[in-house]
């Protein structure tokens, strides 16, 4: 997909990956329009980029769908969505202070699975009405898991169990949009230098970087944005999962 064609929802647009991928994005041609939950940082970050911004809740229907109307309306339509919105806890399974809590578990699943998912029907739906491209092409979906998906750590199960399932959706993901000219792909990101990072201590930095293979630091958002930018370019990846972790394995 031509970048300079495209116009691009990036959910959690106002920090950290989501924002460096709307910052990616807009510089390179795209019209941009950024959903997040906290309007104050979107406001002004799409007012820097030259983007639009929605206050968005990712896992309400009615928020995502009237979303999706501002959008179109500022941008003409939408063939890209990237979902970059979601949080991050550390709870064990059964800890000091009991079971971990059902509540906390269901809401890091709502808004890093459903949340995701969500956003993906409905815009679909957006897309599917859009003038197919010289590939067959009406829309390109990059998802946002985790390696936790993978080598989840102690205290993540709620993360690795939410990001596992978006790494898991990307193939009847993008077999159902197959015959709408729809793909899907999705980013496992290592360990990147986000708000997300920031409440750890220098330290707790140091050493998270010294377990990456090389290179030996932590990835930077820009890195991740280059790699959205990338899914949305290539017509003939669909449905991948791929990496972005300098070779890094949690343990
Ligand atoms: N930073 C990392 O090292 C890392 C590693 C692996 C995966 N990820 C994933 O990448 C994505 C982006 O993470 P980040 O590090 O940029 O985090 P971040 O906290 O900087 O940004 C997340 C954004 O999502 C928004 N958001 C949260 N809940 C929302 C909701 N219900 N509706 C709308 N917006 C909502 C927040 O307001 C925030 O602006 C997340 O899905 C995260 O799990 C991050």
Redesign the pocket.
Same mark, same amino acid.
């Given at each position: 997909m031509d970048i300079r064609q495209t116009a691009a929802i990036v959910?959690?647009?106002?920090?950290?990956?989501?924002?460096?991928t709307a910052r990616e994005l807009a510089a390179a041609g795209a019209k941009v329009t950024l959903?997040?939950?906290?309007a104050k940082?979107?406001e002004a970050f799409a007012g820097e980029i030259g983007a639009s911004f929605v206050e968005?809740?990712?896992?309400?229907e009615a928020?995502v769908r009237a979303g999706i109307e501002a959008a179109v309306a500022a941008m003409g339509k939408v063939n890209a969505l990237v979902?970059?919105? #979601? =949080?991050?806890i550390a709870i064990k399974t059964l800890g000091r202070d009991g079971p971990h809590p059902l509540d906390i578990y269901k809401r890091v699943i709502?808004?890093?699975l459903t949340?995701?998912f969500n956003c993906i029907r409905l815009v679909s739906e957006a897309m599917a009405g859009n003038e197919p491209n010289e590939d067959g092409e009406r829309g390109a979906i990059v998802n946002?898991?985790?390696?936790?998906a993978f080598d989840g750590q102690k205290g993540q199960v709620a993360?690795t169990s939410s990001?596992a399932a978006v790494a898991g959706m990307a193939l009847p993901v993008a077999r159902d949009l197959a015959s709408l000219g729809i793909r899907v792909n999705t980013i496992?990101? #290592? =360990?990147?230098?986000?708000?997300?990072?920031m409440g750890l201590s220098e330290e707790a930095r140091t050493e998270l970087a010294a377990d990456v293979t090389f290179p030996k630091r932590?990835?930077q958002?820009a890195e991740?944005a280059r790699l959205a930018r990338f899914m949305i370019e290539m017509a003939y990846l669909n449905a991948e999962c791929v990496r972005l972790d300098g070779a890094l394995r949690m343990r």
């Open positions: 959910t959690g647009g106002a920090s950290g990956l989501g924002a460096a959903f997040d939950r906290d940082a979107g968005v809740d990712v896992t309400d928020s979902n970059c919105a #979601g =949080i991050a709502d808004v890093n949340g995701t946002t898991a985790s390696i936790a993360y990001k496992a990101p #290592g =360990i990147f230098m986000t708000p997300m990072l932590l990835g958002p991740y």
